[in-house]
C-alpha cells in the first residue's frame, strides 16, 4: 500500500492500491497532519472518483472538518476554489494523465501551498499506516459548491482580444479540460475533440507530452485552418499547444511565448525549470522581466515563485503558473494570453515562434540505469571544463552548447536533455553523453 505515496502526490490502481476505505484513512491523516477545519474537494471524471470522494470525505468529516464539495472541476479550478474560499486546504480526486484504471489524490494546505513527499505526503503516510485515529467530538459537514462562475469569471478578467474571435481546436482527451475553459468558451471559435467525460480514455491517453497523442488535433488544426489548437492532460493542469501549420509548440518555448504578453504590462521576474532552450532566458530578458531559473517539480517551483516574487513559471512538462492564481497553474489563463499576443501582433503562432527556434535540442531522454549514481560520478568528472552546478541533477553550460542530466524521482531511470548552436554539435554531444549512461 505505501507505493501509492510518492514524491508529488498520492497515485495507485484502484481498487488494488487505493478504494474507499484507504481514502477514508488519506482524508483522517489529512486532518491530523494539516489540522485543516476547513477543506475544499474536487474530483476528475473517472468512473471511481465518486467512490474515492465518500470515503475521503468520510474521513474528513470524521475528523471534525467542513469539507467544501466542488463535485467536477479541474485541478487549476480546485486551485482556485482553495484560495479564493480561504480554506485551509484542498485536495484533488485525479490520477491526472494515468490511465482509467488509477486514482489519486493532489493535496494542499491554504493558499493552494503544495504538500509533496518532502513536506508532508511520507508523514501523511505514517498517519495512514499507525491508523490510530481519534475522531472528533462533533463531526464535520459536506457543503456543496460550484466555483465554477467564479473561475470563468476570473480568467476572462486577462482577456485584451476584445471582440475578435480566434478559431482553436481544442482537444478535451474525455477529460476535465471541458470544464477548465467552459467560462471562456464563448470568446472563441472553438472546435472541439473528444469532449464528452469518459474516464476510460476511449480515445487516446490524456497525455500531451505523449506526442503521438497529438496526432488528431495537429491534423484538425491544418484542416480546418485553426489560429491554434489545445490539448489538455487528464486534470487539466497541463496543455500541449498547436501552431496554426499543425507544429507542436515545445512547451518550454510556449512559456517563452506567454512571457512576452505578461511582460506587456511592465518589468517583472519569470520562472523558467532547467531543462528549457537558453531562447527562453533570452527572450525573458529581452522584453525587459528578469528570468530566474527553477528545479524541476510543481512544489519547487511554486515555492520559488513565492520566495522571488515571480508572476510565472513555465515547466518543460506543460505545466505553466500563475501568481493570479494563487502561484499555480492555470491552462485557461495560458490559453488566454496566448490569443492576447496573436491578437495584439497581428502575427500567426508559427510566427511568434519561429523567432524562439534558435538552437537544436535533443528533448528530454531517458535511460534505465543500474547505479545511477556511479553515472553521474562518471559525467561529473568527464565534464570539468564548463560552467557546473547541481540545481537539479547535475548541469554544465558551454559557449555554445548545455546539458542536464538528474535522476527521475519515481524510476530507475536518468533524464538528459542536450540543447547546442545547431544539430550537429547537438547530436554530438547527445550522443557522447548517452554513450556514458548506456555503456
Not at 527562453?280 to 517539480?297: L, W, Y
Request: net charge negative; aromatic share 8%.
Amino acid at each position: 500500500m505505501s507505493g501509492i505515496f510518492k514524491a508529488y502526490d498520492i497515485r495507485g490502481i484502484v481498487p488494488v492500491d487505493l478504494n474507499a476505505a484507504m481514502a477514508e484513512k488519506i482524508g483522517m491523516a489529512y486532518a491530523v497532519f494539516t489540522g485543516a477545519k476547513t477543506v475544499v474537494v474536487g474530483r476528475d471524471m473517472r468512473p471511481h472518483s465518486q467512490d474515492m470522494f465518500d470515503g475521503l470525505a468520510a474521513g474528513l468529516v470524521k475528523m471534525g472538518c467542513k469539507v467544501i464539495d466542488l463535485g467536477l472541476c479541474s485541478t487549476p479550478m480546485s486551485y482556485f476554489a482553495n484560495g479564493t474560499l480561504k480554506a485551509d486546504g484542498s485536495i484533488m480526486i485525479t490520477a491526472s494523465h494515468n490511465p482509467g484504471e488509477w486514482n489519486g489524490f493532489k493535496l494542499c494546505k491554504a493558499n493552494a501551498v503544495p504538500i509533496s513527499g518532502a513536506t508532508g505526503i511520507m508523514d501523511i503516510e505514517k498517519l495512514v499506516m499507525a491508523n490510530d485515529f481519534t475522531p472528533a467530538t462533533e463531526p464535520g459537514v459536506i457543503e456543496k459548491y460550484d466555483i465554477s462562475a467564479e473561475y470563468g469569471a476570473f480568467l476572462r478578467k486577462f482577456a485584451k482580444f476584445g471582440d475578435k474571435k480566434l478559431k482553436v481546436v481544442v482537444d478535451y482527451a474525455n477529460a476535465m479540460g471541458s470544464y477548465e475553459i467552459a467560462g471562456i468558451e464563448d470568446m472563441f471559435e472553438i472546435i472541439p475533440m473528444y469532449k464528452e467525460l469518459d474516464g476510460t480514455f476511449p480515445n487516446h491517453e490524456a497525455n500531451p507530452l505523449h506526442l503521438a497523442t497529438l496526432d488528431d488535433i495537429r491534423a484538425k488544426v491544418k484542416a480546418v485552418g485553426a489560429d491554434f489548437g489545445a490539448a489538455f492532460d487528464g486534470d487539466a493542469d497541463r496543455c500541449g499547444f498547436i501552431d496554426n501549420n499543425g507544429e507542436i509548440i515545445p512547451m518550454d518555448l510556449f512559456t517563452a511565448l506567454i512571457a512576452q504578453d505578461i511582460l506587456a504590462d511592465g518589468p517583472a521576474t519569470v520562472l523558467y525549470d532547467l531543462r528549457s532552450s537558453r531562447a527562453v532566458k533570452e527572450c525573458i530578458e529581452e522584453n525587459g522581466g528578469t528570468a530566474i531559473m527553477s528545479r524541476v517539480g510543481h512544489a519547487f517551483i511554486k515555492q520559488q515563485m513565492r520566495e522571488t516574487g515571480a508572476v510565472f513559471a513555465g515547466e518543460l512538462s506543460g505545466h505553466y503558473y500563475f501568481k493570479e492564481n494563487f502561484t499555480a497553474e492555470s491552462q485557461g489563463l495560458a490559453l488566454i494570453k496566448l490569443a492576447n499576443l496573436i491578437v495584439k501582433s497581428g502575427k500567426k503562432v508559427s510566427e511568434l515562434v519561429k523567432p524562439l527556434l534558435r538552437y537544436s535540442s535533443s528533448g528530454e531522454i531517458n535511460s534505465r540505469v543500474a547505479d545511477a549514481a556511479k553515472v553521474l560520478a562518471e559525467i561529473k568528472a568527464q565534464y570539468t571544463d564548463g560552467e557546473a552546478f547541481e540545481l537539479d541533477g547535475f548541469s554544465v553550460e558551454y559557449p555554445d552548447w548545455h546539458f542536464n542530466v538528474r535522476c527521475s524521482n519515481t524510476e530507475p531511470l536518468l533524464r538528459l536533455i542536450v540543447e547546442a548552436k545547431d544539430e550537429k554539435l547537438m547530436t554530438e554531444k547527445r550522443d557522447e553523453l548517452l554513450a556514458i549512461i548506456r555503456k
